[in-house]
């Protein structure tokens, strides 16, 4: 089993920046691709950010790019998202998302069903 856990969530002011940090633990050796989603009030969840287990492939949604960059330290078995320029539409709250199989790599990074694993996810709030 994999454990996933954000941090780094909470109230910015609108132009802000936010660092969120998930951390997985158990059997992350069978770890491949790791992704944020997010979900607003009233909303589905949507795709933020993924990356594949070597950082090569990286997709945003159109929403972030240019503002958010996902990166990971597998040392650390550690995924972060650096978010900048924020606005009250990224207010939601952000989950972590782990692959388990590592065969999977030609599924779309923004696909929910690639992901096995999800954390409890870290609430973000930007006021305007």
């Known amino acids: 089993q994999v454990q996933l856990v954000e941090s780094g969530g909470g109230l910015v002011q609108a132009g802000g920046s936010l660092r969120l940090s998930c951390a997985a633990s158990g059997r992350t050796f069978s770890m491949n691709a790791m992704a944020w989603f997010r979900q607003a009030p009233g909303k589905e969840r949507e795709f933020v950010a993924g990356i594949n287990s070597n950082g090569r492939n990286i997709a945003y949604a159109d929403s972030v790019k240019g503002r958010f960059s996902i990166s990971r330290d597998n040392a650390k078995n550690t995924v972060i998202l650096q978010m900048n320029s924020l606005n009250s539409e990224d207010t939601a709250i952000y989950y972590c998302?782990?692959?388990?199989?590592?065969?999977?790599?030609?599924?779309?990074?923004?696909?929910?069903?690639?992901?096995?694993?999800w954390g409890q996810g870290t609430q973000v709030t930007v006021s305007s």
């Open positions: 998302a782990g692959d388990g199989n590592a065969f999977r790599t030609t599924m779309p990074l923004g696909r929910t069903s690639r992901y096995d694993y």
